[in-house]
């Protein structure tokens, strides 16, 4: 308290407590905040998009998308494992070669099996024969071998159902604006 009697305008706005009835669901804030804007319609430099995820897209239509948006390259990081990964690979480098690489993902399945190396080593190379950009410059190869779980391997939802569940949410929220 002040000398006054009053409570200090700092220490009163961040103890302030309130109860309120509001279900989140009725909850529609408006921004206040009013900037200028600058529309930027194409980036002043190629843009290389260096962390993707595109096994379930259509290689054309990011053809179209990267061209619309000034994406000159993508790097895309297969999140398929054995025939499904190479299927993903030759699928965007028969679109478009130059334009796309693919990083394989790491195939944990047989890990307690004592050959499990070398049949990695085996898998690793067929992803590279069809053109997977696998070395020792992956940022994730750490954090996927103490994480072989993030795999999804054996997980309650399937990955579909996991990007549907996202696509339903994303429409729905769309639905509110």
């Known amino acids: 308290m002040s000398p006054e009697g009053t409570q200090d ?3 009163a706005m961040v103890s302030a407590k309130a109860d309120v009835t509001l279900p989140l669901s009725e909850f529609h804030p408006r921004c206040m905040l009013t900037t200028p ?3 930027i319609p194409l980036p002043r430099f190629p843009v290389i998009d260096y962390h993707n995820h595109l096994d379930a897209q259509d290689p054309d ?3 179209k998308i990267m061209d619309a948006c000034g ?4 790097v895309n990081i297969t999140m398929k494992v054995g025939e499904e990964a190479i299927q993903v690979i ?3 480098h028969a679109a478009d070669a130059a334009r796309f690489s693919t990083i394989g ?3 944990w399945t047989g890990v307690e099996r004592s050959d499990f190396v070398n049949v990695s080593v085996e898998r690793l190379e067929r992803l590279v024969e069809h053109g ?3 070395d020792a410059n992956n940022e994730r190869y750490e954090e996927l071998a ?3 779980d993030w795999g999804f391997h054996g997980a309650e939802f399937s990955k579909h159902q996991l990007l549907e569940q996202r696509d339903r949410s994303q429409k729905a929220a769309r639905g509110f604006r």
Do not use: G, N, S, T
Not at 71 to 74: A, H, P, S, T, V
């Open 105 to 107: 993902w790491m195939d």
């Open 132 to 134: 997977a950009a696998i």
């Open 37 to 39: 804007a600058h529309e």
């Open 146 to 148: 103490a994480h072989p």
């Open 71 to 74: 994406i000159e390259y993508i």
């Open 61 to 63: 239509q990011v053809l």
């Open 9 to 11: 305008k700092f220490v």
């Open 90 to 92: 030759d699928r965007f």
